[in-house]
């Protein structure tokens, strides 16, 4: 027998199909075979719909001489299960939102955020210590300080400016060289401003040995203008003090308080995204469904939570997986007004509408919608029941024995699936068990209900 393969079919379109419309395209198979052997009833169903989706792909494929092999191999592999990488993944996007709630708290204290302890900083810049070596019959040059650091005020500092050239010559112990002492104590003079600027007051723990062998008392606070002690300065060569930086050179003192960083910012944009997931979730009806979709709060919404156009993979997994549900549903409602009632609003909310609800009071609420859940979840149904009425006999056409749409338009004129679906009293708004008992214990009417 001769097959006609409907133009819509190859093997692209087979291997890419849903359960539904595998089984669909079965029973056209079935009435295009009933309708070729007139006069022996219905007849045995050429094709059988039970079975997985791969089992329905091979007897519709074997039917119709369609060879997939060559498109399944061109096909991408499915994705496998949960890696241990994807796990990893998953963890540390979680820890990503652990520290959004905690920059969000600290910004709504005030306070700065940081992701490293308070002590880090502290412990990292460690202590300022000098500790030289010099050659041996000189004790007095030997010394060692350790300064206590504050907490760190968060503040980038210039580098300190270096010794410069004429400081490695004329060194008392040998060309090229230079008396460690004087080299401590210059290092030191340039480096206190900006070490006192970073980790804030110190205090010496171990007092400097003098020129002369007694202890000299290092001062309390770094001076202001950043510049030494009378007495630290007579170590140092006259080569070396004429060439070092003097306090005007220096930079100015840093301010005792860095300014703060600014967190009112951040916390507004924390706080936006939050109100826009909390309104998404808060749609009390269809009206506020559509108005969301057409202000493009869902748009926004997928755009910066869901996958981006051709992956599968969500820019943000944990805060998808929150609301995919409600963005999916809303979008949907929204093509159901844009395709079945061409934008009509006025149409859409009317055929939704239900009796209005009496107040204990008496009092009447005026008319009001349908859930926004139900509607939702009715579109599958209204679906298949509009499917299954396309498949009566009186829409087949006698020459072809297929679908045809003239008969079609010509029963139903310019009616949508949704009017149709109430024509046929098919339809239905509740949990799926309740539904099937519903259909079961309907019959067709004629249709002129609409």
């Not at 006259?238 to 860095?258: F, G, I, N, Q």
């Not at 699936?417 to 009293?425: F, G, H, K, S, V």
């Amino acid at each position: 027998m001769l097959i006609t393969v409907p133009s819509q079919l190859n093997a692209t379109t087979i291997l890419n199909a849903k359960n539904d419309q595998l089984k669909y395209w079965i029973d056209e198979v079935n009435s295009a075979a009933a309708g070729k052997a007139p006069g022996k009833g219905k007849g045995k169903k050429v094709l059988t719909k039970e079975g997985k989706k791969v089992d329905l792909q091979k007897k519709l494929a074997e039917h119709l001489n369609i060879d997939l092999s060559a498109a399944a191999a061109a096909a991408p592999m499915p994705a496998g299960p949960l890696t241990v990488d994807k796990d990893i993944q998953k963890q540390q996007w979680s820890h990503l939102h652990t520290l959004r709630r905690e920059w969000r708290d600290s910004a709504r204290a005030g306070h700065p955020f940081t992701l490293s302890p308070p002590d880090a900083d502290a412990a990292a810049a460690g202590a300022l210590c000098g500790c030289t070596e010099c050659a041996p019959g000189h004790e007095h040059c030997t010394t060692a300080a350790f300064f206590t650091a504050a907490p760190s005020c968060h503040r980038s500092l210039p580098l300190p400016p270096l010794l410069p050239a004429s400081a490695l010559t004329n060194s008392p112990f040998g060309t090229g060289g230079l008396n460690a002492r004087a080299m401590e104590l210059a290092s030191t003079s340039v480096l206190l401003p900006f070490y006192g600027a970073r980790v804030g007051p110190w205090r010496p723990t171990v007092t400097l040995q003098g020129c002369d062998g007694q202890p000299a008392r290092a001062p309390d606070r770094v001076p202001s203008g950043g510049g030494m002690a009378d007495s630290d300065k007579s170590c140092i060569p006259e080569s070396v003090r004429a060439s070092m930086p003097t306090a005007a050179k220096l930079p100015p003192p840093p301010l005792s308080h860095a300014p703060e960083p600014s967190t009112s910012r951040d916390g507004e944009v924390l706080d936006a995204a939050q109100a826009n997931i909390k309104r998404l979730r808060q749609a009390v009806d269809l009206r506020d469904v559509i108005k969301q979709v057409e202000d493009g709060l869902v748009p926004e919404m997928r755009e910066l939570y869901g996958p981006p156009p051709g992956q599968r993979k969500a820019v943000d997994p944990v805060a998808w997986d929150g609301i995919k549900v409600t963005v999916n549903r809303h979008e949907c409602l929204h093509e159901q007004l844009m395709g079945e009632f061409g934008g009509d609003k006025d149409h859409f909310f009317a055929f939704f509408a239900v009796e209005p609800r009496k107040l204990k009071k008496g009092g009447d609420t005026g008319r009001d919608l349908r859930p926004i859940r139900l509607v939702a979840e009715a579109i599958r149904h209204m679906s298949d029941d509009v499917q299954d009425e396309m498949r009566a006999q009186e829409y087949v056409d006698p020459r072809t024995g297929t679908f045809s749409h003239e008969r079609w338009k010509e029963r139903w004129g310019s009616a949508n699936r949704w009017e149709i679906w109430r024509a046929i009293a098919r339809e239905y708004y509740g949990l799926p068990r309740q539904r099937k008992q519903r259909n079961s214990s309907v019959l067709r009417t004629d249709g002129n209900n609409i």
